[in-house]
């Protein structure tokens, strides 16, 4: 497991290491939840997986290679594909991914090349601008900066998504 954030529903998200996107749901544990019978695996119904897009390695199930570092939900709608989307760091797919209406959407950063995204945020400024007054932030981050397109002496990047209702919005 490594970053993750809850809905408003108490569904925890996470970033799995084996190429999925992990759900924990609470409301789903058919046994007990607190006392001396709660020893950490006695709920295995509450999970759910869901695979991150790009290749897998072979022989071993279904997984991504895909090493997402960190997930956070859009309780707010600050992005706006809805409230209550996960969406994870997609490392070697250069961006970010949401997971919404049981489908991976890639949100590739075309560039630099070798965007690298260690962790984001959402913030609606003015919410009477509509998607002009709202956002995601990230930062790129690498541990290696000089790597990314533009090499030695290169910076880590701040990048602003925005989300069009429609290619033509103004």
Known sequence: MRGGDIDS???????LASGHLGAFDRSRCRGPL???AATGDHCPEGWSFHRYPGPGFEGVGENSA????YTWVDQHDTFGLGRDV???TANLNDGLVAFKDGRMILLR???PLGFYAKGFDGRIDDPALGWKGRGLWTTNGD?????????KGSRPLAAHFQLRPHPLAK
Request: hydrophobic residues 35%.
């Open 86 to 88: 996960p969406m994870s």
């Open 34 to 36: 607190a006392g001396p």
């Open 9 to 15: 529903r108490g569904v925890v998200w996470v970033s």
């Open 143 to 151: 541990r290696t900066p000089w790597l990314i397109e533009g090499g």
């Open 66 to 69: 895909e090493s997402s570092y």
């Open 109 to 111: 950063v075309p560039y």
